[in-house]
């Protein structure tokens, strides 16, 4: 936390005083030794700093000077305003959100919490959590500013983040993994079914992928997968979908908020987006590369696992039409009772 102080004289008081106060307020420090001290200030196991109702600052502990890597409290004090940077991370003057959040204590009387950004006398950051509470003491109106260091819980925070990614991402791709897809449409479900809002899951399949494994060999389809990923991302940035790997050569996608008839548009521009133009792979070989897409529309009380059997049918059904097609799961049923249906064998379809 940042006051308005800009000059202090700093001096051990031979009575027992708070080393450090500001000039002026020898007798203050002395008279208030051990309700300022004991209670806010040394038995304080968090950075400490005190303020008077003019915004000054008046002293603190040894563990805000240790906090921003300073000798003592004299040195702190001295340096006060060089373990501030000019602008929070919100973009607002450090010196006027002090003086605002310490003005908003004093005229309610009551305490506020918040996050700040100091940085060591180095510069160093240090992301923080200050809690302001106001307390009177000796006739005066004081702000008691406590300090948490948040550098270890954000070094714990990143360490389960990037967890987390290895966990739900696909390393080769860097898309989305089935767990993460699983995990996340139950929720996506749930709100569907709560809203009656649309729903659709699309399952996409590389064509022929394993005579691509087969003919340029494995780190060459490990290329064809991971430019397969980032096509797909690019023709989706405009539409409300998640896109996962589901396994080998096969993509999900679930897209809420659409009908069937939009789904099976948004499923035919990734087909085209594939299928126009061949894949550059390693010493500038090209590949032409085909998917085959199955869709199906959550319709009334499937569970999210019958809704991606139900592409999984669908897109079996367009392998079965010779690949590089779009079917949804609605059409293959219609077909099905004209007596039309195709998906009776799924072997030798990729």
């Known amino acids: 936390m940042e006051g308005t102080t800009r000059s202090v004289s700093p001096g051990n008081m031979p009575d027992g005083g708070i080393t450090g106060c500001r000039p002026g307020l020898e007798e203050y420090c002395k008279f208030g030794r051990h309700e300022l001290i004991t209670a806010v200030v040394d038995s304080s196991p968090l950075a400490c700093i005190i303020f008077d109702e003019k915004l000054e600052m008046v002293t603190c502990n040894q563990t805000a000077a240790n906090l921003v890597e300073v000798l003592d409290v004299r040195e702190f004090i001295k340096r006060f305003d060089e373990v501030h940077p000019d602008f929070q991370p919100d973009g607002r003057s450090s010196l006027e959100k002090a003086r ?3 003005k908003e204590v ?7 919490h918040f996050e700040w950004m100091h940085r060591t006398i180095n510069g160093a950051p240090i992301p923080s959590e200050v809690t302001l509470k106001p307390v009177h003491l000796v006739g005066q109106d004081l702000v008691v500013a406590y300090i948490h260091d948040l550098r270890e819980l ?3 925070m990143d360490i389960v983040e990037k967890m987390q990614h290895m966990v739900y991402t696909d390393s080769l791709t860097g898309v989305y993994n089935r ?10 479900l749930q709100k569907v079914r709560a809203t009656k809002s ?3 899951v699309v399952m996409i399949d590389i ?6 494994n087969d003919t340029y060999g494995h780190p060459v389809g490990d290329e064809v997968l991971k430019i397969l990923a980032k096509r797909i991302q690019r023709v989706l940035r405009e539409d409300s979908a998640v896109m996962a790997r589901y396994g080998g ?7 809420t908020g659409e009908d069937s008839l939009h789904v099976e548009s948004v499923a035919e521009r990734v087909r085209q987006s594939i299928n126009g133009v061949p894949f550059q792979v390693r010493d500038g070989v090209k590949i032409p590369v085909t998917i085959s897409l199955g869709a199906a529309t959550y319709g009334s009380g499937e569970t999210m696992q019958q809704l991606v059997s139900n592409a999984d049918v669908a897109l079996y059904e367009a392998k079965a039409r ?3 097609i779009v079917v949804t799961y609605e059409s293959f049923v219609s077909r099905r009772r004209g007596g039309e249906g195709k998906c009776e064998n799924f072997q030798n379809l990729y």
């Not at 767990?179 to 996506?188: C, I």
């Open 154 to 156: 954000k070094r714990a």
């Open 106 to 112: 004093l005229r309610s009387k009551a305490g506020l």
């Open 179 to 188: 767990r993460y897809f699983m995990e996340a449409s139950e929720g996506v």
């Open 207 to 212: 064509d022929n992928f394993k005579h691509i």
């Open 322 to 324: 010779g690949k590089n």
């Open 100 to 102: 605002d959040k310490l």
């Open 249 to 255: 050569e096969e993509f999900v996608l679930m897209l």
């Open 198 to 200: 649309g729903l659709s």
